[in-house]
Protein backbone atom coordinates (compact mmCIF):
# COMPACT_ATOMS: atom_id res chain seq x y z
CA UNK A 1 0.00 0.00 0.00
CA UNK A 2 1.56 2.95 -0.59
CA UNK A 3 -0.82 5.68 0.16
CA UNK A 4 0.29 8.78 2.25
CA UNK A 5 -2.00 10.40 4.42
CA UNK A 6 -2.60 13.95 4.53
CA UNK A 7 -4.55 15.32 6.75
CA UNK A 8 -3.62 18.91 6.22
CA UNK A 9 -5.84 18.38 3.48
CA UNK A 10 -8.89 18.38 5.76
CA UNK A 11 -7.81 20.30 7.94
CA UNK A 12 -7.67 23.01 6.35
CA UNK A 13 -11.68 22.77 5.77
CA UNK A 14 -11.43 23.37 10.00
CA UNK A 15 -14.71 25.91 9.88
CA UNK A 16 -16.64 23.59 7.95
CA UNK A 17 -16.25 20.98 10.20
CA UNK A 18 -16.59 23.16 13.18
CA UNK A 19 -19.92 24.35 11.40
CA UNK A 20 -20.74 20.44 11.09
CA UNK A 21 -20.27 19.59 14.73
CA UNK A 22 -22.43 22.77 16.06
CA UNK A 23 -25.43 21.30 13.83
CA UNK A 24 -24.84 17.92 14.46
CA UNK A 25 -24.95 19.02 18.44
CA UNK A 26 -28.39 21.54 17.44
CA UNK A 27 -29.67 18.90 15.89
CA UNK A 28 -29.70 16.08 18.94
CA UNK A 29 -30.17 18.26 21.37
CA UNK A 30 -33.69 19.53 19.43
CA UNK A 31 -34.43 16.28 18.92
CA UNK A 32 -33.59 15.03 22.44
CA UNK A 33 -35.62 17.71 23.86
CA UNK A 34 -38.24 17.11 21.58
CA UNK A 35 -38.28 13.28 21.75
CA UNK A 36 -38.35 13.13 25.73
CA UNK A 37 -41.36 15.40 25.87
CA UNK A 38 -43.13 12.79 23.08
CA UNK A 39 -41.68 9.97 25.21
CA UNK A 40 -43.45 11.30 28.42
CA UNK A 41 -46.48 11.92 26.48
CA UNK A 42 -46.42 8.55 24.99
CA UNK A 43 -45.19 6.82 28.15
CA UNK A 44 -48.23 7.97 29.70
CA UNK A 45 -50.85 6.94 27.13
CA UNK A 46 -48.92 3.69 27.51
CA UNK A 47 -49.95 2.77 30.64
CA UNK A 48 -53.21 4.81 30.18
CA UNK A 49 -56.75 3.33 30.91
CA UNK A 50 -58.34 4.33 27.72
CA UNK A 51 -57.70 1.01 25.76
CA UNK A 52 -57.16 3.75 22.36
CA UNK A 53 -54.82 5.52 23.55
CA UNK A 54 -52.70 2.45 24.67
CA UNK A 55 -53.02 1.00 21.22
CA UNK A 56 -51.67 4.09 19.12
CA UNK A 57 -48.72 4.45 21.32
CA UNK A 58 -48.10 1.13 21.28
CA UNK A 59 -48.29 0.79 17.27
CA UNK A 60 -46.18 4.28 17.39
CA UNK A 61 -43.16 2.52 19.44
CA UNK A 62 -43.18 -1.11 17.53
CA UNK A 63 -43.57 0.69 14.11
CA UNK A 64 -40.65 2.97 15.04
CA UNK A 65 -38.17 0.39 16.44
CA UNK A 66 -38.76 -2.38 14.31
CA UNK A 67 -38.03 -0.11 10.88
CA UNK A 68 -34.55 1.88 10.32
CA UNK A 69 -34.32 5.44 10.80
CA UNK A 70 -32.88 5.88 7.43
CA UNK A 71 -36.39 4.74 6.10
CA UNK A 72 -38.31 7.05 8.54
CA UNK A 73 -36.29 9.77 6.86
CA UNK A 74 -37.59 9.19 3.24
CA UNK A 75 -40.87 8.77 4.12
CA UNK A 76 -40.85 12.06 5.99
CA UNK A 77 -38.79 13.55 3.54
CA UNK A 78 -39.94 12.56 -0.04
CA UNK A 79 -43.28 11.26 1.34
CA UNK A 80 -43.98 14.10 3.20
CA UNK A 81 -44.25 16.34 0.19
CA UNK A 82 -46.85 14.14 -1.63
CA UNK A 83 -49.26 14.97 0.86
CA UNK A 84 -48.67 19.20 0.05
CA UNK A 85 -46.05 19.27 3.23
CA UNK A 86 -42.98 20.02 2.11
CA UNK A 87 -39.78 20.00 4.75
CA UNK A 88 -36.27 21.20 4.02
CA UNK A 89 -33.99 19.45 4.51
CA UNK A 90 -33.28 20.20 8.12
CA UNK A 91 -36.53 20.19 9.56
CA UNK A 92 -37.22 16.52 8.33
CA UNK A 93 -33.72 15.78 9.75
CA UNK A 94 -34.74 17.11 12.71
CA UNK A 95 -38.67 15.74 12.79
CA UNK A 96 -37.21 12.41 11.91
CA UNK A 97 -34.68 12.45 14.26
CA UNK A 98 -37.45 13.13 17.14
CA UNK A 99 -40.01 11.26 15.63
CA UNK A 100 -37.44 8.32 15.92
CA UNK A 101 -36.03 9.27 20.03
CA UNK A 102 -39.35 9.79 21.33
CA UNK A 103 -40.59 5.97 20.34
CA UNK A 104 -37.79 5.14 22.29
CA UNK A 105 -37.87 7.17 25.46
CA UNK A 106 -41.71 5.86 25.44
CA UNK A 107 -40.50 2.57 26.56
CA UNK A 108 -37.77 4.26 28.65
CA UNK A 109 -40.20 6.77 30.30
CA UNK A 110 -42.82 3.68 30.83
CA UNK A 111 -40.24 1.55 32.63
CA UNK A 112 -39.38 4.22 34.85
CA UNK A 113 -42.78 4.55 35.72
CA UNK A 114 -44.04 1.46 35.99
CA UNK A 115 -40.93 1.11 38.53
CA UNK A 116 -42.43 3.41 40.84
CA UNK A 117 -44.34 1.60 43.94
CA UNK A 118 -48.19 1.62 43.88
CA UNK A 119 -47.68 2.91 47.49
CA UNK A 120 -46.17 6.18 46.23
CA UNK A 121 -49.43 6.71 44.64
CA UNK A 122 -51.63 5.52 47.08
CA UNK A 123 -50.02 7.88 49.47
CA UNK A 124 -50.90 10.51 47.15
CA UNK A 125 -54.16 9.80 46.57
CA UNK A 126 -54.72 9.93 50.55
CA UNK A 127 -53.25 13.03 50.56
CA UNK A 128 -56.20 14.51 48.49
CA UNK A 129 -53.24 15.18 45.62
CA UNK A 130 -55.16 14.72 41.85
CA UNK A 131 -54.25 12.43 39.70
CA UNK A 132 -52.55 14.47 37.29
CA UNK A 133 -50.82 15.84 40.13
CA UNK A 134 -49.41 12.55 41.33
CA UNK A 135 -47.55 12.04 37.80
CA UNK A 136 -46.17 15.36 37.35
CA UNK A 137 -44.96 15.53 41.25
CA UNK A 138 -44.80 12.11 42.30
CA UNK A 139 -44.57 9.66 39.74
CA UNK A 140 -42.94 11.46 36.97
CA UNK A 141 -39.85 12.85 38.43
CA UNK A 142 -38.86 9.68 40.65
CA UNK A 143 -39.58 7.61 37.43
CA UNK A 144 -37.23 9.71 34.88
CA UNK A 145 -34.46 9.88 37.66
CA UNK A 146 -34.53 6.15 37.95
CA UNK A 147 -34.27 5.38 34.00
CA UNK A 148 -31.91 8.43 33.64
CA UNK A 149 -28.70 6.13 32.35
CA UNK A 150 -30.93 4.55 29.84
CA UNK A 151 -32.30 7.69 28.59
CA UNK A 152 -29.06 9.15 28.22
CA UNK A 153 -27.34 6.35 26.29
CA UNK A 154 -30.02 6.42 24.31
CA UNK A 155 -29.36 10.14 23.46
CA UNK A 156 -26.03 9.66 22.58
CA UNK A 157 -26.64 6.48 20.24
CA UNK A 158 -29.20 9.18 18.55
CA UNK A 159 -26.89 11.61 18.23
CA UNK A 160 -24.64 9.38 16.47
CA UNK A 161 -27.17 7.82 14.29
CA UNK A 162 -27.96 11.39 13.16
CA UNK A 163 -24.93 11.16 10.50
CA UNK A 164 -27.06 9.33 8.46
CA UNK A 165 -29.53 12.14 7.91
CA UNK A 166 -26.61 13.26 5.13
CA UNK A 167 -28.26 11.04 3.17
CA UNK A 168 -31.11 13.62 2.40
CA UNK A 169 -28.21 16.48 2.47
CA UNK A 170 -28.85 17.85 5.57
CA UNK A 171 -26.47 19.81 6.66
CA UNK A 172 -24.58 18.36 9.62
CA UNK A 173 -21.05 16.67 10.46
CA UNK A 174 -20.92 13.76 8.46
CA UNK A 175 -22.49 15.94 5.07
CA UNK A 176 -19.97 18.39 5.26
CA UNK A 177 -17.56 15.48 5.40
CA UNK A 178 -18.79 14.48 2.46
CA UNK A 179 -18.52 17.72 0.43
CA UNK A 180 -15.07 17.81 1.68
CA UNK A 181 -13.91 14.87 0.54
CA UNK A 182 -15.86 15.70 -3.12
CA UNK A 183 -13.09 18.65 -3.49
CA UNK A 184 -10.35 17.54 -2.11
CA UNK A 185 -10.75 13.35 -3.00
CA UNK A 186 -8.91 12.87 0.78
CA UNK A 187 -11.83 10.65 1.82
CA UNK A 188 -9.65 8.29 4.44
CA UNK A 189 -8.63 11.39 5.75
CA UNK A 190 -11.62 13.16 5.75
CA UNK A 191 -13.57 10.23 7.16
CA UNK A 192 -11.03 9.69 10.05
CA UNK A 193 -10.84 13.00 11.08
CA UNK A 194 -14.70 13.06 10.98
CA UNK A 195 -14.88 9.94 12.92
CA UNK A 196 -12.57 11.58 15.86
CA UNK A 197 -14.98 14.45 15.83
CA UNK A 198 -17.72 12.55 16.53
CA UNK A 199 -15.94 10.59 19.20
CA UNK A 200 -14.93 14.43 20.68
CA UNK A 201 -19.24 14.95 20.48
CA UNK A 202 -19.81 11.54 22.16
CA UNK A 203 -17.93 12.08 25.44
CA UNK A 204 -19.17 16.23 25.00
CA UNK A 205 -22.43 14.80 25.31
CA UNK A 206 -21.91 12.25 28.11
CA UNK A 207 -20.76 15.23 30.14
CA UNK A 208 -23.36 17.30 29.54
CA UNK A 209 -26.01 14.70 29.95
CA UNK A 210 -24.34 14.13 33.11
CA UNK A 211 -24.10 17.19 34.63
CA UNK A 212 -27.91 17.96 33.65
CA UNK A 213 -28.70 14.85 35.64
CA UNK A 214 -26.73 17.00 38.65
CA UNK A 215 -28.39 19.75 38.23
CA UNK A 216 -31.92 17.84 37.94
CA UNK A 217 -31.68 14.98 40.44
CA UNK A 218 -30.44 16.21 43.60
CA UNK A 219 -31.49 13.15 45.34
CA UNK A 220 -29.23 11.21 43.46
CA UNK A 221 -26.23 13.54 44.26
CA UNK A 222 -26.78 12.90 47.57
CA UNK A 223 -26.64 9.52 47.33
CA UNK A 224 -23.69 10.08 45.38
CA UNK A 225 -24.28 7.68 42.15
CA UNK A 226 -24.21 10.72 39.67
CA UNK B 1 -42.37 7.70 -14.71
CA UNK B 2 -45.16 4.47 -14.14
CA UNK B 3 -47.08 3.42 -11.92
CA UNK B 4 -45.86 1.46 -8.44
CA UNK B 5 -47.02 -1.99 -8.86
CA UNK B 6 -47.40 -5.32 -7.56
CA UNK B 7 -43.92 -5.80 -10.09
CA UNK B 8 -41.94 -3.61 -7.90
CA UNK B 9 -43.22 -5.27 -4.77
CA UNK B 10 -41.07 -8.04 -6.18
CA UNK B 11 -38.34 -6.12 -6.87
CA UNK B 12 -38.30 -5.17 -3.22
CA UNK B 13 -38.68 -8.54 -1.90
CA UNK B 14 -36.05 -9.36 -4.09
CA UNK B 15 -33.65 -6.61 -2.53
CA UNK B 16 -34.73 -7.64 0.89
CA UNK B 17 -32.61 -11.09 0.08
CA UNK B 18 -29.74 -8.90 0.56
CA UNK B 19 -30.84 -7.21 3.34
CA UNK B 20 -31.05 -10.69 5.13
CA UNK B 21 -27.69 -11.81 4.18
CA UNK B 22 -25.86 -9.02 4.68
CA UNK B 23 -27.56 -9.09 8.41
CA UNK B 24 -26.89 -13.11 8.67
CA UNK B 25 -23.16 -11.86 7.62
CA UNK B 26 -23.17 -9.23 10.36
CA UNK B 27 -24.53 -11.45 12.61
CA UNK B 28 -21.95 -14.18 12.50
CA UNK B 29 -18.89 -12.11 11.90
CA UNK B 30 -20.35 -9.76 14.89
CA UNK B 31 -21.04 -12.50 17.24
CA UNK B 32 -17.51 -14.29 16.39
CA UNK B 33 -15.38 -10.73 16.72
CA UNK B 34 -17.77 -10.27 19.90
CA UNK B 35 -16.88 -13.40 21.85
CA UNK B 36 -13.03 -12.46 21.25
CA UNK B 37 -13.75 -9.21 22.07
CA UNK B 38 -15.59 -10.12 25.46
CA UNK B 39 -12.59 -12.52 26.45
CA UNK B 40 -10.42 -9.91 26.09
CA UNK B 41 -12.66 -8.17 28.32
CA UNK B 42 -12.35 -9.82 31.41
CA UNK B 43 -9.16 -11.50 30.56
CA UNK B 44 -6.87 -11.10 33.45
CA UNK B 45 -3.84 -9.22 31.41
CA UNK B 46 -4.27 -5.44 31.63
CA UNK B 47 -3.05 -5.06 28.09
CA UNK B 48 -5.71 -6.95 26.28
CA UNK B 49 -8.66 -5.68 28.54
CA UNK B 50 -7.57 -1.96 27.82
CA UNK B 51 -7.33 -2.87 24.11
CA UNK B 52 -10.82 -4.33 23.72
CA UNK B 53 -12.11 -1.47 25.68
CA UNK B 54 -10.35 0.73 23.08
CA UNK B 55 -11.68 -0.60 20.74
CA UNK B 56 -14.88 -0.83 22.00
CA UNK B 57 -15.41 2.93 22.84
CA UNK B 58 -14.32 4.13 19.96
CA UNK B 59 -16.65 1.67 17.72
CA UNK B 60 -19.36 2.64 20.34
CA UNK B 61 -18.32 6.12 19.87
CA UNK B 62 -18.29 7.45 16.55
CA UNK B 63 -21.09 6.46 13.74
CA UNK B 64 -21.80 3.13 11.73
CA UNK B 65 -22.16 5.12 8.64
CA UNK B 66 -18.47 6.90 9.18
CA UNK B 67 -17.13 3.23 10.17
CA UNK B 68 -18.80 2.25 7.13
CA UNK B 69 -17.53 5.50 4.60
CA UNK B 70 -13.56 4.41 5.94
CA UNK B 71 -13.76 0.52 5.26
CA UNK B 72 -15.65 1.65 1.69
CA UNK B 73 -12.98 4.53 0.69
CA UNK B 74 -10.41 1.93 2.43
CA UNK B 75 -10.67 -0.64 0.42
CA UNK B 76 -10.13 1.03 -2.74
CA UNK B 77 -7.31 2.72 -1.88
CA UNK B 78 -5.70 -1.25 -1.13
CA UNK B 79 -6.43 -1.64 -4.62
CA UNK B 80 -9.28 -3.63 -4.70
CA UNK B 81 -12.28 -3.06 -6.97
CA UNK B 82 -14.86 -1.16 -4.90
CA UNK B 83 -17.55 -3.38 -3.84
CA UNK B 84 -19.85 -2.10 -1.53
CA UNK B 85 -20.90 -5.45 -0.11
CA UNK B 86 -17.58 -5.87 1.25
CA UNK B 87 -17.02 -3.17 3.16
CA UNK B 88 -21.10 -2.85 4.09
CA UNK B 89 -20.01 -6.65 5.90
CA UNK B 90 -16.70 -5.62 7.36
CA UNK B 91 -18.41 -2.63 8.57
CA UNK B 92 -21.54 -4.18 10.23
CA UNK B 93 -19.10 -6.99 11.46
CA UNK B 94 -16.78 -5.45 13.64
CA UNK B 95 -19.80 -2.68 14.56
CA UNK B 96 -22.17 -5.31 15.54
CA UNK B 97 -18.68 -7.27 17.50
CA UNK B 98 -18.32 -4.38 19.82
CA UNK B 99 -21.93 -4.57 20.82
CA UNK B 100 -21.97 -8.41 21.05
CA UNK B 101 -18.66 -8.13 23.31
CA UNK B 102 -20.15 -5.25 25.88
CA UNK B 103 -23.77 -7.85 26.15
CA UNK B 104 -21.87 -10.94 26.79
CA UNK B 105 -19.55 -9.33 28.96
CA UNK B 106 -22.11 -8.07 30.91
CA UNK B 107 -23.75 -12.07 30.69
CA UNK B 108 -20.64 -13.49 31.84
CA UNK B 109 -19.90 -10.90 35.17
CA UNK B 110 -23.99 -11.54 36.16
CA UNK B 111 -23.01 -14.89 36.87
CA UNK B 112 -21.87 -14.96 41.09
CA UNK B 113 -17.77 -15.33 41.41
CA UNK B 114 -18.47 -17.84 43.51
CA UNK B 115 -18.95 -20.13 40.63
CA UNK B 116 -15.48 -18.88 39.69
CA UNK B 117 -14.30 -19.56 42.88
CA UNK B 118 -15.58 -22.93 43.46
CA UNK B 119 -14.52 -24.03 39.90
CA UNK B 120 -10.78 -22.91 40.45
CA UNK B 121 -11.05 -25.02 44.08
CA UNK B 122 -11.62 -28.18 42.32
CA UNK B 123 -8.77 -27.63 40.04
CA UNK B 124 -10.10 -26.50 36.59
CA UNK B 125 -8.09 -24.12 34.60
CA UNK B 126 -9.39 -20.50 34.35
CA UNK B 127 -10.77 -21.36 30.43
CA UNK B 128 -12.42 -24.90 31.67
CA UNK B 129 -14.14 -22.81 34.44
CA UNK B 130 -15.59 -20.17 31.40
CA UNK B 131 -16.07 -22.93 28.85
CA UNK B 132 -18.08 -25.55 31.20
CA UNK B 133 -19.12 -23.34 34.04
CA UNK B 134 -19.74 -20.18 33.37
CA UNK B 135 -20.54 -19.82 29.81
CA UNK B 136 -22.79 -22.38 29.81
CA UNK B 137 -25.11 -20.42 32.82
CA UNK B 138 -24.34 -16.65 31.25
CA UNK B 139 -26.18 -17.95 27.92
CA UNK B 140 -29.68 -17.50 29.72
CA UNK B 141 -29.07 -13.21 30.47
CA UNK B 142 -27.33 -13.28 27.63
CA UNK B 143 -29.79 -14.06 25.02
CA UNK B 144 -32.66 -11.52 24.90
CA UNK B 145 -30.47 -8.47 24.26
CA UNK B 146 -28.88 -10.58 21.55
CA UNK B 147 -31.80 -11.02 19.92
CA UNK B 148 -32.93 -7.76 20.40
CA UNK B 149 -29.70 -6.44 18.98
CA UNK B 150 -29.99 -8.54 15.87
CA UNK B 151 -32.65 -6.15 15.27
CA UNK B 152 -30.40 -3.70 15.42
CA UNK B 153 -28.66 -5.46 13.18
CA UNK B 154 -31.37 -5.87 10.63
CA UNK B 155 -32.12 -1.80 10.42
CA UNK B 156 -28.36 -0.96 10.47
CA UNK B 157 -27.73 -2.62 6.85
CA UNK B 158 -30.10 0.41 5.53
CA UNK B 159 -26.87 1.94 6.12
CA UNK B 160 -25.13 -0.17 2.69
CA UNK B 161 -27.91 2.00 0.53
CA UNK B 162 -25.54 4.60 1.12
CA UNK B 163 -22.33 3.30 -0.73
CA UNK B 164 -24.34 2.11 -3.05
CA UNK B 165 -25.02 -1.52 -2.71
CA UNK B 166 -28.77 -2.65 -3.48
CA UNK B 167 -30.61 -3.87 -0.68
CA UNK B 168 -33.84 -3.14 0.51
CA UNK B 169 -34.03 0.41 1.59
CA UNK B 170 -31.43 1.19 -2.21
CA UNK B 171 -34.11 -0.68 -3.80
CA UNK B 172 -36.69 1.52 -2.53
CA UNK B 173 -34.89 4.39 -3.47
CA UNK B 174 -34.20 2.72 -6.97
CA UNK B 175 -38.14 2.18 -7.27
CA UNK B 176 -39.20 5.66 -5.96
CA UNK B 177 -36.94 7.10 -8.66
CA UNK B 178 -38.91 5.41 -11.47
CA UNK B 179 -42.22 5.78 -10.26
CA UNK B 180 -41.86 8.89 -8.30
CA UNK B 181 -44.25 7.71 -5.51
CA UNK B 182 -42.32 8.47 -2.66
CA UNK B 183 -44.93 7.19 -0.04
CA UNK B 184 -46.08 4.24 -1.21
CA UNK B 185 -42.50 3.07 -1.80
CA UNK B 186 -41.22 3.56 1.28
CA UNK B 187 -44.09 2.42 3.29
CA UNK B 188 -43.92 -0.87 1.49
CA UNK B 189 -40.23 -0.71 2.24
CA UNK B 190 -41.34 0.04 6.04
CA UNK B 191 -43.54 -2.78 5.83
CA UNK B 192 -40.53 -5.00 4.54
CA UNK B 193 -38.26 -4.12 7.21
CA UNK B 194 -41.03 -4.42 10.00
CA UNK B 195 -41.86 -7.93 9.14
CA UNK B 196 -38.59 -8.63 9.63
CA UNK B 197 -38.43 -6.90 12.65
CA UNK B 198 -40.74 -7.13 14.55
CA UNK B 199 -40.53 -10.83 15.23
CA UNK B 200 -37.38 -10.84 16.43
CA UNK B 201 -38.47 -7.89 19.09
CA UNK B 202 -40.97 -10.12 19.91
CA UNK B 203 -39.18 -13.24 20.51
CA UNK B 204 -36.63 -11.24 22.66
CA UNK B 205 -39.12 -9.48 25.00
CA UNK B 206 -40.63 -13.01 24.76
CA UNK B 207 -37.28 -14.73 25.93
CA UNK B 208 -36.65 -11.49 28.82
CA UNK B 209 -39.88 -12.01 30.45
CA UNK B 210 -39.00 -15.84 30.34
CA UNK B 211 -35.74 -15.75 31.75
CA UNK B 212 -36.54 -12.41 34.26
CA UNK B 213 -40.40 -12.03 34.45
CA UNK B 214 -39.49 -8.26 34.46
CA UNK B 215 -39.17 -5.89 31.10
CA UNK B 216 -35.95 -4.61 30.04
CA UNK B 217 -34.81 -1.53 28.43
CA UNK B 218 -34.06 -1.94 24.96
CA UNK B 219 -31.76 0.59 23.74
CA UNK B 220 -30.48 1.49 19.68
CA UNK B 221 -31.41 3.54 16.74
Sequence with gaps: MSYTFQFGEVLRYWPLLVQGAINTLVFSVIAMVAGLAIGVVGASCRISSSRVLRAIAGAYVEVVRNTPLLVQLFLFYFGLPALGLRLSTSQAAILALTFNTGAYSTEIVRAGIESIHRSQIEASTSLGISRLQTFLHVVLPQGLERVYPALASQFVLMMLASSVVSAIGAEELTAYGNRIQSENFRAMEVFFVCAAVYLGLTYLMRVLLAAVAYVAFPRRRALGSV | ?221
Design chain 2, 1 to 221: MRTFTSHDILFLLQAARWTLALSLLAFVGGGLGGAILAVGRISRVRALRSLASLYIQVVQGTPLLIQLFIWYFGISLLGADLSPIVAAAIALTLYSSAFFAEIWRGAIQSIAKGQWESASSLGLTRFETLWYVILPQSLRPALPPTVGFMVQIVKNTSLAALVGFVELARAGQLVNNITFQPLPVFACVAVIYFAICFPLSALSRWLERRTHGHRQLVRGT
